[in-house]
């Protein structure tokens, strides 16, 4: 039996990514990261910012998001995000411009608690991207 | 009867006009193109938004401490319209049409004597609603200046809404905005979105146990405001395509009618062109007749 189930990510421009043959799916969900195969129970979750690695049997990629839910049925994983980047298109420049603008933002008075957080996950998982 | 010199002056200042809405026509036809593409690419962004937030609604047990923009504050006092129009005119009954649809629904609430707040997105939809609505009218909001939609703006648009809720400046919140259907039909929509209105996909929805991480409520709490971002860029999106569609139809009737305008003074032009020359003629042989 295939191992290998549906995977689409959309952000509200367009359907970013639909993928018939996917083996594994790896989401930064908000509780830790997540690998999701096939047969996976039926889940909802929230991401924070991270990578979304998509492996099929004879590719790997990646996806850096900042934000996004992932839904999971019938062997058809959604994840919706309204910001995501293809690893292959970022470069240290861009990189470093996000986080400049992440720290620039956490460094306003008028967020809460759970905004920074996200914020400093984005600023961390940024710089962690960096080293690679 | 108008003078030759008249009559021409008319029929180039009628082709020049011609030659405006013409090239209008082909502007709003490229740009519908784009818009319509944007409109169906965000489909799929929405409405997988709407099933997960059905989904985990269905779920929910506990349905007294559930997030009040899902279940409203339970009173339907004061309404909140949020009328979306384009920024530029010249495209038919586009705006006309929402707001007719818009102040039915007024009509209806002041008669219920329930409070009327109005939000207007777009400069036309507030040309058109401030004269009879103007003290209704809490906030307006035009994006004139971004080029293209984006869902940055629809955010921005969600999170005064949602600001205002929390709040508690109303109860009922509900957008008005064009759903493109093709280039000429375009139906004037009205969403409800506080409290959010389950429709009939009820029963299509699955009543399969979902595993939550972390619980309902917290996902819940975080997802309906992004759901009204999402919707109101979704009405963002239709709209951008049903102004082009609307302008592109009533442009290419302009051209159509001025055409036939010019036809029409063409031959009146003739008419009397061809009369001068008779009379002159009747004026010359008569004269040579009594010599």
């Known amino acids: 039996m295939s191992e290998e189930f549906k995977v689409e990510i959309v952000n509200p421009e367009k359907s970013f990514l639909s993928k018939e043959n996917v083996t594994e799916v790896v989401v930064p969900a908000f509780e830790g990261e997540m690998g999701i195969l096939k047969d996976h129970i039926s889940i909802i979750s929230f991401l924070k910012p991270g990578i979304i690695k998509v492996y099929s049997k004879s590719e790997e990629n990646k996806y850096f998001v900042e934000d996004g839910i992932v839904e999971f049925k019938d062997n058809n994983l959604s994840i919706l995000t309204s910001s995501i980047y293809n690893m292959s298109d970022l470069d240290r420049n861009k990189i470093d411009q996000i986080v400049k603008e992440a720290e620039k933002e956490s460094t306003e008075d008028n967020i809460d608690d759970q905004k920074r957080y996200l914020i400093d996950q984005k600023i961390e998982a940024l710089k962690n991207l960096n080293l690679n | 009867m108008a003078s030759l010199d008249d009559l021409k002056k008319r ?58 923009l899902l279940t409203g504050t339970g009173e339907e006092k004061t309404h909140l319209c949020v009328v979306m129009t384009s920024d530029r005119g010249l495209c038919g009954g586009f705006n006309t049409n929402i707001i007719k649809k818009a102040k ?30 103007k003290e209704n009218i809490i906030e307006k909001i035009s994006f004139k200046d971004s080029k293209n939609i984006n869902y940055f703006d629809a955010d921005k648009v969600g999170k005064i809404i949602i600001d ?21 039909t375009q139906i004037p929509q009205e969403q409800q979105i506080i409290p959010l209105k389950s429709n009939e996909e009820k029963e299509t929805s699955s009543k399969d146990s979902y595993e939550f991480e972390p619980d309902e409520d917290e996902i819940l709490s975080n997802l309906l405001p992004k759901n009204i971002s999402t919707q109101i860029f979704k009405a963002m999106l239709e709209n951008s395509a049903s102004e082009q569609g609307s302008r592109m139809s009533a442009m290419d009737n302009a051209t159509r009618n001025a055409g036939e305008m010019v ?18 003629l009747i004026e010359i042989i008569s004269g040579a007749e009594s010599l």
Do not use: W
């Open chain 2, 164 to 184: 205002r809720f929390k709040k508690n400046e109303f109860d009922v919140c509900a957008i008005f905005y064009n759903q493109f259907k093709n280039v000429i």
């Open chain 2, 11 to 68: 029929i180039s200042s009628v082709k020049s006009t011609q030659k405006i809405t013409k090239a209008m026509k082909m502007v709003a036809a490229a740009k519908l193109r784009r818009a319509q593409e944007n409109a169906e690419k965000g489909r799929p962004y929405s409405e997988k938004m709407n099933n997960i937030i059905l989904n985990l609604s269905n779920g929910i047990s506990d349905k007294e401490n559930a997030p009040k």
């Open chain 2, 104 to 133: 039915q629904y007024f009509q209806k609430i002041l008669k219920e004597n329930k409070i009327l707040k109005i939000i207007t997105v777009g400069s036309k939809g507030y040309d058109q609603l401030k004269r009879q609505y």
């Open chain 2, 263 to 280: 036809d029409k003074l063409t031959i009146q032009y003739n008419r009397s062109r061809q009369a001068a020359i008779t009379k002159e």
